[in-house]
Nanobody, 123 residues
Framework: QVQLVESGGGLVQAGGSLRLSCAAS????????MGWFRQAPGKEREFLAA????????YYPDSVKGRFTISRDNAKNTVYLQILSLKPEDTAVYYC????????????????WGQGTQVTVSS
């Protein structure tokens, strides 16, 4: 129903910042809760952030709270992830996803996924 395309990844030095974007098409964007995940080679997919349909509510795990900020612009059908003070351990493929729920933190709660964008942090 909805297609998601991430962008904004790339190579960045440790301590720098990135703003990832996820553009949605199809469906009705404002009816989906949105989330960001990442996965490094050999590691499990990790939940990073979630935002409610209107953007009023957000949720972050303790592991990223303070460095990661999720936001959305329903007029542009786009969700964003701002990452500050990047560390080499942040290197991974970053995915956005859509859910019918308002807020969700588990992988199986999200029915739609983007193709991912690579973030590489050099030391």
């Amino acid at each position: 129903q909805v297609q998601l395309v991430e962008s904004g990844g790339g190579l960045v030095q440790a301590g720098g910042s990135l703003r990832l974007s996820c553009a949605a098409s199809g469906g009705i964007f404002s009816t989906y809760g949105m989330g960001w995940f990442r996965q490094a080679p050999g590691k499990e997919r990790e939940f990073l952030a979630a935002i409610s349909r209107s953007g009023v509510s957000t949720y972050y795990p303790d592991s990223v709270k303070g460095r990661f900020t999720i936001s959305r612009d329903n007029a542009k059908n786009t969700v964003y992830l701002q990452i500050l003070s990047l560390k080499p351990e942040d290197t991974a493929v970053y995915y956005c996803a859509a859910t019918s729920r308002a807020l969700a933190v588990t992988t199986d709660s999200y029915a739609y996924w983007g193709q991912g964008t690579q973030v590489t942090v050099s030391s």
